[in-house]
């Protein structure tokens, strides 16, 4: 499209050759590309060119070629298959929970006429606090002995004594409840703004052609939804995927190692026992799978963007 | 709107950076030595001819102490010492990463009796055997109890730093309950023999089970409140559990690793030890056992909820004795410890071996293990290596019981302890094999596994960081 | 979804389920704050004092022993500054992404496969990578390297901008192409559009972004743990400090916490306003 002629009628713009869109939108994401490419690229080569050697930080740092020796070792060992179970299982659960209830609680904001604004900022204090602290802290409500948890349990009359964080079939759920406290305010907030930036203009239509709510929740709300949905879930289920924090804070991969996820055991084997070469070969590896099956998760998402982005 | 968004950020963050100038270099207040202005000055001395020395150490850890005898250390030296305080739990890493890099950022280092063998082999410490030499009175390393400054000191046949802080094991009880006629009569009764502190494994299990009741129930003649239990026990993911068990298995006679770096792990007696923790002791401990690790136990202990500690850290003592004034009509008792074998070790400090003033690192590590600063540190409560401190009749009276009421108990564990030495603090593979034991072990206990089980496990995972059936040990 | 007139039967209904929520999410933070006013004997006790005698000590020992102001200043200073760096960057990158497409989907993709890569893995990269850089003279003078707060504020701005990003563009293309064109049309130029037109309207997407890069930032452990020994170090780190050797002091922790999330709560507050629908919408037309 060519714009010299419309720049001609702003005389306080001053003339210049206009670029073309396509150079204008690399203009756009230049500086954030920087960043990032120089950033996310070293490492992530340093990274890659550790897991192909010998690396014990403290037998002597980093050594000769390995070859994919660290590759074999790593894909044999049955723990890394155990804890990658366990962070698969924790996240399956978990994103399904998050989810439902964010958005729930999202419509249910939306919904309020009265004390959004207030109800936004309570709703967001568990992810705005010390996660160190926080997960300490849940740690000392589940306690069984001094957990205030136990005791509204007890105070309730309840036969029911659970050891959340010693018991083996408990632990997991544990951990669940726990993030879910911590990361449903971050799916609700997300989903609610993108409840209100939709446009008003096609929902008073359907209200004077008299659509009822349920029809206008799956012809409307839903379609136009969908993309922040989707972003919500991808991030989330990426973030699960790696769960760290969570585990570090309240659980240390206990009762046992049920609540033992890939990261947390990885950060164990870089910075515990300092088998950094151990460690970035786990982390490639994690991020080759992830990088797969998004792939396919989106491959929708991203055509969708493109045709979006290509109809001018 | 939008512009006046930006006109917040702008402001928001100009005012961050009014604030963060305008602050004097940022210190950590307390924990480092303001420039001693106001001490009286026994050497002439401008702050800016001050060495700078850094020392990386346990977080809030009697930061007064610390200060203060920091403080003396600056009238007389002209150094400036700052102190960086670090959890527990991440000081190990935080320490080896800037040795790693070769950093120069601390020049002391706070090292862990299992993490001293890794340090001194990788030549992140620098020996001190020459600066010893050099200055025997200041140092007196001959006060230092000779077991602990063998197992925290000594690796082939140098010696890496000075030991400061001892965390050595003892046992801690509810003396109340052991001197109730009541509770003394139904025990006879019931087992056989008189009641008092336990001395081997079998009269902990008696006394754990008898003490064991439910709400209701009587205590020395008294309906309880809430449960109570007749034993507490860290046996949470954490490095303590290895800890507890530490003091069986060396009582049956062997060890983690054998004095040839052989991996004992799983021979008999570390199953025996490893089987009576989890059956005959666990099920006498509140259910946050699997939870906690020593600060649990003392919350523990200072709620009314247990009778006694396994094999325990004397440090704690001071916890301990707060008991007496939580829980009304307690009284706490001390002993050396079942079988009267334990798990001893201290924290030593090491001088860098990347530190840009090495000497003056060495004359505060030799202040700071110093007969002088070690008996204020006794004064204030802390558990000091020095033989002369722990006999010190000013810290043996009943006054000072609450503070120090344990180091004639130290005394007596390192006399019994004194040729018992585990051979992991011999290895450099020590502080990562002690790392890897914990979550191992808290597998057992939560009997997601059995003890078999873990303990080969616990055998395949020494084999992994060894690189082989073997871990190199060097007495 | 249109704000219809609904039963008052219905409405209480709502804000009785909206209550209880904010009762089960809001209870452990509650159970905190009293927590940072409970005097040391009565916080580990069973069964729980929800009585006691309030007290300001763990207040004062958080500020003055601890120096935990020093640590709240260090992290205003990362988290306001990398988050600005975080949204213009953002802003401008996720417009282009939702307009323009650069790359066809491959550059957004690669920039979301940042985000899939576990940090530890990369924790030792960084910090060779800030140790040389402080040891520069640039380094110096932008405050750049090993316990300077630049250091953690490019790591942070590069942790959220594909989150950011990402989440832009979904924001971005929300925003109707018709209102752009006519902007276009009555004379405007490509960045004057952005300027006045689109990023009023993505002011939602913007302000929820804003919070969640300045939590993320806020809340970060394990960068700010690697790459700051002792002036730089953040609340995260801080609150560690609490961690003793005679045990957790609760009482101060909780203060801490306490104490940490207050301005959090104010950001919220102060961008609560941008979170609602552009008035601007519609005025560009005529």
Redesign the interface.
């Known amino acids: 499209m060519e714009s010299a002629v419309i720049e001609n009628t702003k005389p306080a713009m001053k003339k210049r050759k206009t670029i073309s869109d396509g150079k204008y939108a690399i203009l756009l994401i230049a500086p954030a590309m920087v960043i990032i490419l120089f950033f996310a690229l070293v490492p992530l080569f340093y990274a890659t060119s550790v897991s192909f050697r010998h690396a014990d930080l403290t037998m002597g740092g980093l050594q000769g070629w390995v070859g994919l020796d660290n590759y074999r070792t790593v894909l044999h060992e049955t723990k890394f298959w155990s804890t990658v179970k366990t962070t698969l299982e924790f996240t399956f659960f978990a994103i399904i929970v998050e989810m439902t209830l964010g958005i729930f609680i999202a419509f249910l904001i939306y919904g309020a006429t009265w004390g959004k604004g207030w109800i936004r900022s309570l709703v967001i204090l568990p992810l705005a606090m010390a996660p160190a602290v926080t997960g300490l802290f849940w740690r000392y409500l589940y306690d069984t002995q001094f957990g205030v948890f136990n005791y509204f349990i007890s105070a309730l009359g309840l036969p029911w004594h659970p050891n959340w964080l010693g018991d083996i079939k408990l632990g997991m759920i544990s951990l669940i409840i726990f993030d879910t406290w911590l990361w449903v305010p971050f799916v609700a907030l997300i989903v609610l703004a993108g409840l209100q930036s939709l446009p008003k203009e096609p929902f008073e239509a359907a209200e004077l052609d008299g659509a009822s709510t349920f029809q206008v929740l799956r012809t409307l709300t839903a379609p136009m939804l969908a993309p922040v949905l989707t972003l919500v879930f991808i991030l989330r289920t990426i973030d699960l995927l790696r769960l760290y924090d969570s585990v570090a804070t309240l659980t240390r991969s206990g009762p046992g190692d049920t609540t033992e996820t890939m990261t947390y055991y990885l950060y164990r084997q870089g910075l515990v026992f300092f088998r950094m070469d151990y460690a970035s070969t786990m982390a490639l590896l994690f991020m080759f799978a992830v990088i797969v099956a998004s792939g396919f998760a989106l491959r929708p998402l991203l055509s969708r963007l493109a045709k979006r982005a290509g109809a001018r | 709107?939008?512009g006046n968004?930006w006109k917040?950020?702008c402001f928001?963050?100009v005012t961050?950076?009014v604030?963060?100038g305008c602050?004097t270099?940022?210190?950590?207040?307390?924990?480092t030595a303001a420039p001693a202005t106001t001490a009286p000055e026994t050497t002439t001395c401008n702050d800016a001819d001050r060495v700078p020395i850094?020392w990386s150490t346990?977080?809030?850890?009697?930061?007064d102490a610390m200060t203060s005898i920091v403080k003396d250390f600056e009238a007389e030296n002209c150094v400036k010492v700052?102190i960086?305080?670090?959890?527990?739990?991440?000081l190990y890493?935080?320490q080896?990463?800037?040795a790693?890099?070769e950093?120069g950022?601390?020049d002391v280092y706070n090292i862990e009796t299992a993490e001293k063998a890794?340090f001194a082999e990788?030549g992140y410490i620098l020996p001190m055997d020459d600066y010893i030499a050099a200055n025997p009175d200041k140092v007196a390393y001959d006060d230092i109890a000779p077991v602990l400054a063998d197992i925290t000191t000594k690796y082939k046949g140098h010696i890496w730093g000075l030991p400061y802080y001892t965390y050595t094991q003892g046992q801690f009880f509810r003396q109340d309950l052991f001197d109730d006629p009541t509770e003394q009569a139904a025990f006879k009764a019931k087992y056989g023999y008189d009641l008092k502190p336990p001395e081997t494994w079998q009269q902990v299990t008696d006394i754990a089970e008898f003490f064991t009741r439910k709400a209701g129930e009587n205590l020395k003649g008294v309906p309880l409140t809430?449960d109570f239990y007749g034993i507490g026990l860290m046996a949470?993911?954490?490095q303590e559990i290895q800890d507890e068990l530490s003091g069986m298995i060396l009582y049956k006679g062997t060890d983690w690793l054998g004095s040839d770096g052989s991996i004992l792990v799983k021979d008999e007696g570390n199953l025996w030890a490893l089987k009576w923790y989890v059956e005959k002791l666990l099920p006498f401990a509140?259910?946050?056992?699997?939870?906690?690790t020593?600060?649990?136990v003392?919350?523990?202990m200072?709620?009314c909820?247990i009778a006694m500690t396994a094999n325990f850290f004397l440090?704690?003592w001071?916890?301990a004795a707060n008991t007496d004034n939580?829980c009304p009509g307690a009284k706490m008792g001390i002993g050396v410890g079942i079988e009267k074998t334990t798990y001893i070790g201290a924290f030593l400090m090491g001088v860098s071996s990347s530190s840009k003033h090495p000497k003056e690192a060495m004359d505060f590590v030799a202040y700071m293990a110093g007969k002088a600063a070690q008996t204020k540190f006794a004064s204030m409560g802390g558990s000091t290596t020095r033989v002369s401190v722990l006999t010190d009749p000013q810290f043996n009276t009943a006054e000072s019981w609450w503070k120090t009421g344990h180091f004639a108990y130290l005394l007596k564990v390192f006399e019994n302890m004194k040729d018992a030495k585990s051979n992991l603090f011999y290895s450099?593979y020590g502080?990562?094999l002690y790392?890897?034991m914990g979550?191992i072990y808290?597998?057992a206990a939560?009997?997601?596994?059995t003890p078999e089980v873990v303990l080969k496990e616990l055998y395949d995972t020494f084999v992994n960081?060894c690189g082989g059936d073997v871990c190199t040990v060097n007495k | 979804m249109l704000q219809q007139k609904e039963s008052k039967a219905f409405v209480i209904l709502r804000y009785t389920i909206i209550a209880l929520i904010l009762v089960a999410i809001l209870f452990p933070i509650v159970w905190l704050i009293l927590t940072s006013f409970k005097p040391a004997e009565d916080i580990m006790v069973s069964p729980p004092h929800f009585f006691f005698k309030p007290t300001l000590d763990n207040y004062i020992y958080a500020l003055q022993k601890a120096n935990f102001l020093m640590f709240i200043k260090n992290t205003l200073l990362v988290a306001i500054i990398s988050t600005t760096f975080v949204v213009v960057l953002s802003s401008l990158a996720a417009y282009s992404f939702a307009r323009y497409n650069p790359g066809g989907g491959n550059v957004l993709f690669f920039i979301l496969t940042t985000k899939m890569f576990p940090a530890i893995a990369v924790v030792l990269p960084y910090f060779l990578i800030f140790k040389e850089i402080g040891n520069t003279g640039i380094g110096n003078f932008l405050q750049i390297g090993l316990d300077k707060p630049g250091a953690l504020i490019i790591s942070y701005t590069m942790f959220n901008l594909p989150f950011a990003i990402w989440l832009m563009v979904s924001f971005f293309q929300d925003i109707p192409r018709e209102l752009e064109d006519s902007a276009r049309l009555d004379g405007y130029n490509r960045l004057q559009v952005l300027r006045k037109v689109v990023l009023p309207l993505a002011m939602p997407g913007i302000a929820v972004t804003a919070i969640f890069c300045l939590i993320f930032a806020w809340n970060e452990f394990l960068f700010a743990y690697v790459l700051t020994r002792d002036a730089a170090r953040t609340i995260t780190v801080g609150v560690e400090s609490f961690f003793t050797l005679r045990g957790i002091l609760w009482g101060p922790v909780a203060a801490a916490a306490t104490i940490s999330v207050v301005p959090m709560l104010i950001f919220v507050l102060i961008l609560q306003r941008y979170m609602v629908r552009g008035l601007t919408f519609g005025a560009v037309r005529g």
């Open positions: 709107m939008k968004f917040l950020m928001l963050i961050v950076m604030i963060s602050g270099k940022a210190t950590t207040a307390p924990e850094t346990i977080a809030g850890f009697y930061t700052t960086v305080g670090i959890d527990n739990a991440q890493d935080k080896i990463i800037e790693v890099g950093t950022a601390y890794g990788n809430k949470g993911p954490y509140p259910p946050a056992a699997l939870t906690v020593y600060d649990g003392m919350n523990q200072q709620d909820q440090d704690q001071p916890n939580t450099p502080a990562k790392n890897a979550l808290h597998q939560v009997g997601e596994k960081i």
